[in-house]
């Protein structure tokens, strides 16, 4: 308890930036609900898709963080792009929050650690504090990767770029209402979502794997995720490009990965199986 306390003081204060900006974005899906359309919600869907499954899950998370397979890099720089439009700060410092994750989890370095409560796991981390303001040190230490990519430091820079021009595109398409959609709306969602692994998937679901951390899976926010739900999976074998290891553990970040391999776009592709019992063994038992 006595952590838990010390833990919470070094990191109370809010943080006005990312406070601002989740507020301003929470509020605006506001006014979306008042101008619904189908191709409105198509647009929020399709741009979901691109940004939570082909640039978060399998961009920021599976590529960057845990190079979980191999890609060209026009793959791995548009992917980048996709996942810089869930407006989750920039790769470098999320794939350093995330590896320090997976190192330090469930405790005092854990930057969303479940130890201080649910809401601090899901979005408590983001709002008060210092969140993914890493300095130059600790990302040199955890993405040094990343930092020798010109590309990557430089859409660090400018990584709000790209949802901007998104914006302008749903805006040409159709108009404010569809920017509330598939920008605010959308962004809105896919945090969520993705927050959802962070504290859901810590606390609710089954542990296939005796991790040393609370990880579970959970179908809901595997369904939310377009597969990174099965977190359990992941935390007992987190560099495996495949999460839902099950045939009804849907795992769609998986199936893309497979869809690349077949264009020849993803190669050496890490792969963790449930070890089959031997059927000698089977029978015997
Ligand atoms: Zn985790
Ligand atoms: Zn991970």
């Not at 003081?9 to 619904?36: E, G």
């Not at 820079?157 to 959609?181: C, D, E, Q, R, T």
Request: hydrophobic share 45%; net charge positive; glycine share 6%.
């Amino acid at each position: 308890m006595q952590n838990v306390i010390e833990f919470e003081q070094t990191r109370r204060d809010i943080n006005w930036k990312n406070l601002s900006i989740v507020i301003v974005f929470h509020l605006l899906t506001i006014p979306a609900l008042f101008v619904f359309s189908w191709q409105n919600l198509a647009a929020m869907l399709i741009g979901n898709w691109i940004v939570g499954s082909l640039g978060v899950g399998l961009g920021y998370h599976r590529l960057l963080t845990h190079r979980s397979f191999k890609a060209p890099k026009w793959l791995e720089y548009t992917l980048t792009v996709f996942g810089a439009m869930a407006i989750q700060d920039d790769a470098p410092k999320w794939v350093a929050t995330h590896r320090i994750h997976h190192k330090f989890v469930e405790t005092d370095k854990d930057p969303h650690s479940t130890r201080p409560g649910f809401w601090w796991a899901h979005m408590e981390w983001i709002l008060r504090g210092t969140a993914q303001d890493h300095d130059h040190a600790t990302l040199q230490k955890y993405v040094p990767d990343l930092l020798k990519d010109k590309f990557h430091v430089l859409l660090a820079k400018y990584y709000y770029v790209p949802l901007v021009v998104s914006g302008v595109v749903l805006y040409a398409i159709g108009g404010w209402s569809m920017v509330l959609w598939g920008v605010f709306a959308r962004v809105g969602f896919g945090w969520h979502s993705t927050w959802l692994v962070n504290s859901a998937t810590h606390f609710f679901g089954k542990r296939r794997f005796t991790t040393k951390d609370d990880s579970t899976n959970n179908a809901l926010v595997a369904i939310l995720t377009f597969g990174e739900g099965w977190h359990n999976n992941h935390h007992a074998q987190p560099t495996s490009a495949r999460h839902g290891l099950k045939w009804y553990e849907f795992d769609m970040n998986w199936l893309t990965i497979r869809v690349f391999e077949k264009l020849g776009w993803a190669k050496e592709i890490r792969r963790f199986e449930i070890k089959k019992v031997p059927t000698e063994l089977k029978r015997a038992a």
